[in-house]
């Protein structure tokens, strides 16, 4: 089973990790490149086909999906009145439901946790359990 990567995401007093694979990562990445195109100035962490299992590589991809999230997130913040006008959490989820916090399997549910959204986005199934890993924040806030 490949790696996830978990990222930390903080809004006022909200705190989430959201748990998503490389390849999920990528395809918001391109999203948001078509949707917005100020996005393109920013780089995407690169994959790697090799070694991506690694415990150092997959944390520090991980830390640079977290960097590449928050820069873009912010850009996108001052494009999108919706978020700057209401900047919380559920605000965020309903512009893009990529950020619904998705507890792995095992881990406690995050007190902060409410209810998933409805989206108009697939939802992504998973058909094995995931590994259970640390939800601490590891590298800054989002």
Do not use: C
Request: proline letters at 10%; hydrophobic letters at 30%; charged letters at 30%.
């Amino acid at each position: 089973m490949l790696p996830s990567s978990a990222v930390y995401i903080r809004i006022k007093d909200d705190e989430w990790n959201v748990y998503r694979r490389y390849t999920e990562f990528r395809s918001l990445h391109h999203k948001l490149q078509n949707k917005y195109p100020q996005v393109r100035a920013y780089n995407f962490p690169p994959k790697k086909a090799i070694g991506n299992k690694d415990a150092k590589f997959v944390e520090e991809r991980r830390k640079q999906l977290q960097n590449y999230l928050r820069n873009v997130m912010n850009k996108v913040i001052q494009i999108v009145p919706e978020f700057a006008t209401s900047p919380k959490k559920e605000t965020l989820i309903q512009l893009m439901p990529f950020f619904v916090d998705i507890t792995p399997s095992g881990e406690p549910p995050n007190k902060n946790s409410r209810p998933k959204v409805a989206s108009r986005f697939p939802k992504l199934s998973r058909s094995q359990p995931r590994e259970t890993r640390n939800v601490e924040p590891q590298s800054g806030d989002l």
